[in-house]
């Protein structure tokens, strides 16, 4: 059978091919051809997202050479090579990075540990009046931060009130989430796609005539839009979610960690200490043979000369097992069974040796997720030592609903955004992965310390509040009011250099910067308005109301196959010409097509649906049914908002 990307690419080329025979020109059947490589590499995922949109900007880049736009016959390059790069220094670029330093530095001061402990002074334990109460603070919180970073800040935040209150995680995690998303809708830098809309105005402003030049956005000329949608988010679980949210059986307060996982990834493991005789065949086998073959995973030894091997560092996979080796053992009691006769091993009746240093005090089963932004992306738990190198003894990993356990191949398989980690971790080596932004340590209810700058809230409250005044009561660029905040709290020791660097998502950056140039190109060489020619032949005799619709059903299409910024810089263009086609105003609808671009709720193709996918112990029928009817929802209030305030 064929790989379905193969079909696809064959369904791809053919399309490509016809709408090459209908363009009126060649550059717009190019053009036409590109934007669909596009579509298929960001909705197939064949490369990450970021090297999608890189290998775009090359390809654009690439039909400036003489001989390639006289092989293609083209006059010129799709877009102006001059202004290839220009995402880069962008203000919208600018904007991103210096929103993500300013939440890092917000997080640092311990914020979020109050945030958590004021939701459980005022919700309480119950479930109807701690969802309004997380929702409000994500929703708030996302307004004016990435509503990726804001949702990473609360799932641990989440989890602390779950096992605290009782609350199941999957009844909480979902609404906060979806809120997270909402509430990017709520002020122009809530979001990419709205950061990004007032740079694409401007460029879009460059080729149109004067009496359709289009006005730029002001900070909260959302916010009433925002409002009412976040506000049917929270209403909307409130009322519905013990419809729409999947069941799950209540945690008793103080329930362990261990009783945790086996209820949400139904691991049934335990710890046990096995000693190996010097008949055994296990003999002279290294850890790494062992664990890749059988169920079991070594999280500690002892070796002969009573050395003890655990945590960051210590127990390597090509350590060889040795006559007289004390082994410690996580596994499940069938597993053990079959290795301890296989293999001849002596099982002690309770954890004696290692007592001390594997007791919960000092060691444990922790979630551990991967962030969107993080550099072990494409790589596998053998290829970065990450027993070794981060102290992560991987036991399951947990992906699409779907859980891969030991013996399962697991070490051989790439991480992906969104993945959850389930690893026996010492507490010092988790309490490290904190300040790496290639993890989000989900589990916290453990003995710990905590590194936060709770002295520094005040120079981070003033920063942030400076790049806000800057923002609203003067008339210098986003970008530079913002670096203003994130700036202060770098000098001020809120952050540090490296810390600031690793609070930034340059997967996020590269994506954004490197697309630019195809909203320059669509615009240049006239595919959007031939585009929005077409589509007004079929809806242009329809009430206003039904074409502003559409354009934001086809964005919500679009950013469940695609990134959202990646929808906006394809449809902003078309929008606009649209509009114009049809006497309308083309600000507002440029403005549709970014705040529809929200709408991903249906299947966890956000990165914030992805993110709570694992440590939810969400599947996609949960999306699915959640979610269809928060898309409508999204839908209908965002329309009836838009024709109240505009």
């Known amino acids: ?75 010129g390059g799709l877009v102006d090579s001059e202004k290839l790069f220009t995402g880069f220094s962008s203000n919208a670029v600018m904007s991103i990075i210096a929103v993500m330093i300013i939440g890092a530095g917000l997080d640092k001061t311990g914020l979020m540990s109050k945030v958590a402990a004021f939701i459980l002074k005022v919700g309480g334990r119950s479930e109807t009046r701690i969802i309004p109460i997380v929702s409000s603070a994500v929703g708030f919180i996302s307004s004016f931060m990435q509503n990726v970073g804001a949702a990473a800040l609360f799932i641990p935040v989440v ?114 200490e096995v000693n190996v005789p010097t008949n055994s065949n296990l003999v002279g086998m290294t850890l790494d043979q062992v664990e890749t073959i059988y169920k079991v995973r070594v999280i500690a030894v002892r070796d002969i000369e009573n050395h003890d091997l655990i945590g960051h560092g210590s127990v390597e996979r090509s350590t060889e097992i040795q006559a007289e080796m004390t082994l410690g053992l996580l596994t499940s009691i069938e597993s053990l069974e079959s290795f301890v006769e296989g293999f001849g091993l002596k099982l002690s009746n309770k954890i004696e040796k290692f007592s001390d240093i594997l007791s919960t005090q000092n060691c444990g089963t922790a979630e551990v997720v991967i962030p969107p932004n993080s550099s072990l992306i494409g790589k596998t738990a053998r290829d970065v030592w990450l027993r070794k190198t981060y102290g992560l003894a991987m036991v399951a990993l947990h992906r699409g609903g779907e859980t891969m356990k030991e013996g399962e191949g697991i070490r051989d398989v790439a991480f992906q955004a969104g993945d959850t980690l389930v690893a026996y971790v010492c507490w010092d080596d988790l309490d490290r992965l904190r300040d790496n932004s290639d993890f989000i340590a989900i589990t916290n209810d453990y003995p710990q310390q905590e590194e936060t700058r709770p002295e520094k809230v005040k120079w981070a409250g003033l920063f942030f509040g400076l790049a806000l005044f800057l923002v609203l009561f003067t008339d210098i660029k986003l970008s530079i009011a ?31 910067a490197s697309l630019i140039p195809l909203g320059l ?96 112990g969400y599947k996609v029928v949960d999306f699915i049914k959640a979610g269809g009817i928060m898309t409508i929802l999204f839908l209908v209030v965002m329309m009836t908002m838009m024709n109240i305030v505009f």
Not at 240 to 246: D, E, N
Not at 261 to 269: A, G, L, T
Not at 483 to 512: C, D, H, P, Q
Not at 606 to 611: C, P, R, S, Y
């Open 1 to 75: 059978m064929l790989n379905k990307k193969i079909v696809a690419a064959l369904v791809f080329s053919t399309f490509a091919l016809w709408l090459s025979t209908v363009a009126p020109s060649t550059p717009i059947a190019w053009m036409l051809s590109i934007l669909l490589l596009t579509i298929y590499l960001f909705a197939f995922e064949v490369v990450e997202v970021d090297e999608a949109a890189i290998t775009v900007m090359v390809i654009l880049g690439l039909t400036s050479l003489p001989f390639v736009h006289s092989l293609m016959g083209l006059e």
């Open 482 to 512: 913002l670096l203003t905040g994130a700036l202060g709290m770098i000098l001020t020791k809120v952050l540090n250099i490296e810390e600031a660097y690793r609070a930034v998502s340059w997967k996020t950056v590269f994506l954004l």
């Open 159 to 272: 989890n602390r009130i779950s096992t605290r209150s009782g609350v199941p995680m999957s009844r909480l995690l979902m609404p906060m989430g979806f809120t997270a998303i909402l509430g990017g809708t709520m002020t122009m830098v809530g979001s990419s796609p709205l950061i990004l809309l007032n740079d694409l105005i401007l460029t879009t402003n460059q080729g149109l005539s004067v009496e359709n030049q289009m006005h730029t956005w002001g900070l909260f000329s959302v916010t009433p839009i925002g409002i009412a949608l976040v506000l049917t988010g929270i209403a909307y679980f409130v009322i519905a979610g013990k419809f729409v949210l999947p069941a799950a059986k209540k945690k008793k307060e103080g329930t362990s960690v261990i009783n945790h996982i086996k209820e949400v990834y139904d691991i049934d493991y335990d710890l046990f």
């Open 521 to 616: 190109a669509v615009s240049k060489t006239g595919t959007a308005l031939w585009i929005a020619q077409e589509t007004v032949a079929v809806v242009g005799d329809m009430a206003p109301w039904v074409i502003l619709t559409a354009i934001a059903v086809l964005a919500t299409f679009f950013t469940l196959v695609m990134s959202n910024v990646g929808a906006t810089i394809l449809l902003v263009p078309i929008a606009v010409n649209i509009a114009i086609q049809v006497g309308a105003d083309p600000a507002i609808y440029a403005l549709t097509v970014a705040i529809a671009t929200s709408n991903s709720f249906l299947i966890p193709t956000h990165q914030v649906n992805a993110l709570i996918m694992g440590p939810g």
